[in-house]
């Protein structure tokens, strides 16, 4: 089982330690190309059931014609257009008021965890769900950044660019269980992806800074679904993220209900801090398509923008257990 360990190695003095975290760069280096590519493919997925992503609005880029309406100043009106029929028409111009987005995924030694029950690891499902983020929010015409390692930038390859900063990065990013301390422009988004199993105080610490930044903030819970059932019987041996600790239990489904019970608690609290926020807090399993999480995600990120790109209804309930 995943869960968290009080111990930490010194990597950069501890052999053992730097060989371990060379291997983990070079297995994400190794994975990065299939996980653009699904990532990719979730994005398009999405796209496709998102109608009128754009909107009309102050700009410089042509986006549509429309009927004059009266009341309207004669300025306004396209006459090349209106010559070639019996109504006047307008040249509205697309909106272009882009907003930043700092997206994080967790890729700690927790987020590593897939039991039997799923075919992916959390950290996987984590860089996945951020990088198809970052596809549908670039193609929207939003700015996005990982947080501590890019500026914001809304490049058609602003994906792959995010994708070689973590490359490059992985060793020291694979450390951290919780965000980068950044200096977030106001009104700026945070996007993060985690299992969020640190103590509810690191938790709360981190996201309350984000918050009185000004920053509006977006929590995506990613749990292997053995973390959220506790399936097991019988003897079971369980271990810490690195392997130090390991603990046997006689009777595993002896545990399940107060296992359940302090799971449910920290859910609770982390959803006190975001809802005092205003911010949203989503929970996602590993064995549940990845578009399911993400299409509620930009569905959130629409309503918590009066004017954001992605038109359509949102529900923004406390809790989506997908």
Same mark, same amino acid.
């Given at each position: !089982?995943?869960?968290? %360990?009080? +111990?930490?190695?010194?990597?950069?003095? =501890? $052999?053992?330690? /730097? @060989?371990? &975290?060379?291997?983990?760069?070079?297995?994400?280096?190794?994975?990065?190309?299939?996980?653009?590519?699904?990532?990719?493919?979730?994005?398009?997925?999405?796209?496709?059931?998102?109608?009128?992503?754009?909107?009309?609005?102050?700009?410089?880029?042509?986006?549509?014609?429309?009927?004059?309406?009266?009341?309207?100043?004669?300025?306004?009106?396209?006459?090349?257009?209106?010559?070639?029929?019996?109504?006047?028409?307008?040249?509205?111009?697309?909106?272009?008021?882009?907003?930043?987005?700092?997206?994080?995924?967790?890729?700690?030694?927790? !987020?590593?965890?897939? %039991?039997? +029950?799923?075919?992916?690891?959390?950290? =996987? $499902?984590?860089? /996945? @769900?951020? &990088?198809?983020?970052?596809?549908?929010?670039?193609?929207?015409?939003?700015?996005?950044?990982?947080?501590?390692?890019?500026?914001?930038?809304?490049?058609?390859?602003?994906?792959?660019?995010?994708?070689?900063?973590?490359?490059?990065?992985?060793?020291?990013?694979?450390?951290?269980?919780?965000?980068?301390?950044?200096?977030?422009?106001?009104?700026?988004?945070?996007?993060?992806?985690?299992?969020?199993?640190?103590?509810?105080?690191?938790?709360?610490?981190?996201?309350?800074?984000?918050?009185?930044?000004?920053?509006?903030?977006?929590?995506?819970?990613?749990?292997?679904?053995?973390?959220?059932?506790?399936?097991?019987?019988? $003897?079971?041996?369980? @271990?810490?993220?690195?392997?130090?600790?390991?603990?046997?239990?006689?009777?595993?489904?002896?545990?399940?209900?107060?296992?359940?019970?302090?799971?449910?608690?920290?859910?609770?609290?982390?959803?006190?801090?975001?809802?005092?926020?205003?911010?949203?807090?989503?929970?996602?399993?590993?064995?549940?398509?990845?578009?399911?999480?993400?299409?509620?995600?930009?569905?959130?990120?629409?309503?918590?923008?009066?004017?954001?790109?992605?038109?359509?209804?949102?529900?923004?309930?406390?809790?989506?257990?997908?």
């Amino acid at each position: !089982m995943a869960g968290r %360990s009080g +111990l930490h190695s010194n990597a950069t003095s =501890d $052999r053992p330690g /730097v @060989l371990k &975290l060379e291997r983990e760069a070079v297995s994400l280096v190794d994975r990065m190309p299939e996980l653009l590519m699904e990532a990719d493919r979730i994005a398009a997925t999405v796209a496709h059931g998102i109608h009128g992503r754009r909107r009309a609005g102050p700009g410089e880029t042509f986006w549509q014609f429309r009927q004059y309406q009266q009341g309207e100043g004669a300025h306004l009106v396209d006459w090349r257009r209106s010559a070639s029929s019996d109504h006047l028409f307008v040249r509205e111009r697309e909106w272009e008021a882009a907003h930043t987005l700092y997206l994080w995924p967790n890729l700690s030694q927790s !987020m590593d965890f897939k %039991s039997h +029950l799923s075919g992916t690891t959390k950290a =996987d $499902r984590a860089l /996945v @769900l951020m &990088l198809a983020s970052a596809e549908l929010l670039v193609r929207g015409g939003e700015r996005v950044a990982l947080l501590g390692l890019t500026t914001p930038t809304a490049s058609r390859r602003a994906t792959q660019k995010l994708a070689e900063a973590l490359v490059m990065n992985s060793d020291t990013h694979a450390a951290q269980s919780e965000p980068p301390a950044q200096r977030l422009t106001r009104f700026s988004t945070v996007l993060l992806f985690s299992d969020f199993l640190d103590p509810i105080e690191k938790i709360r610490e981190t996201i309350e800074a984000m918050g009185a930044a000004g920053a509006n903030g977006h929590l995506v819970q990613i749990l292997d679904p053995a973390e959220e059932t506790l399936p097991y019987q019988g $003897r079971t041996e369980f @271990l810490s993220p690195d392997g130090s600790q390991r603990w046997i239990a006689d009777r595993a489904e002896s545990l399940r209900e107060r296992y359940r019970a302090r799971l449910l608690a920290h859910r609770a609290a982390i959803q006190e801090v975001t809802h005092r926020l205003g911010w949203s807090f989503l929970v996602h399993h590993t064995d549940r398509p990845a578009s399911e999480p993400l299409l509620s995600l930009l569905m959130r990120l629409q309503g918590s923008h009066g004017g954001y790109r992605w038109m359509g209804s949102s529900s923004d309930v406390t809790e989506h257990t997908a």
